[in-house]
Nanobody, 115 residues
Framework: QVQLVESGGGLVQPGGSLRLSCAAS????????MGWYRQAPGKQRELVAT???????NYADSVKGRFTISGDNAKNMAYLQMNSLIPEDTAVYYC?????????WGQGTQVTVSS
């Protein structure tokens, strides 16, 4: 079993920043990729950013230039630095881990961008 716990969400004003963390525990042997997804009310869950074991990253067009994903394989951690936040970023952000062709999800952390 793999468990993922997200943290770092909260309420922030437009233009502000947040740093999300994802801690993986349990049966961790070789992580292939970790990523961040988000789901806003009335919308489907969408990809925000991913990072693979070799370090390559991918971002949704809506967050390019504002968000940065990073990972620490030794600590089984992933991070999402979120800058220049806008109200449209408001969503529940979920961490995802891929290992041996299986995917795991955390419970999510709420990010609210509002003045």
């Amino acid at each position: 079993q793999v468990q993922l716990v997200e943290s770092g969400g909260g309420l922030v004003q437009p233009g502000g920043s947040l740093r999300l963390s994802c801690a993986a525990s349990g049966s961790i042997f070789r992580i292939s990729a970790m990523g961040w997804y988000r789901q806003a009310p009335g919308k489907q869950r969408e990809l925000v950013a991913t990072i693979i074991r070799g370090g390559s990253t991918n971002y949704a067009d809506s967050v390019k230039g504002r968000f940065t994903i990073s990972g620490d394989n030794a600590k089984n951690m992933a991070y999402l630095q979120m800058n220049s936040l806008i109200p449209e970023d408001t969503a529940v952000y979920y961490c995802n881990l891929q290992q041996y062709g299986l995917g795991y999800w955390g419970q999510g952390t709420q990010v609210t961008v509002s003045s």
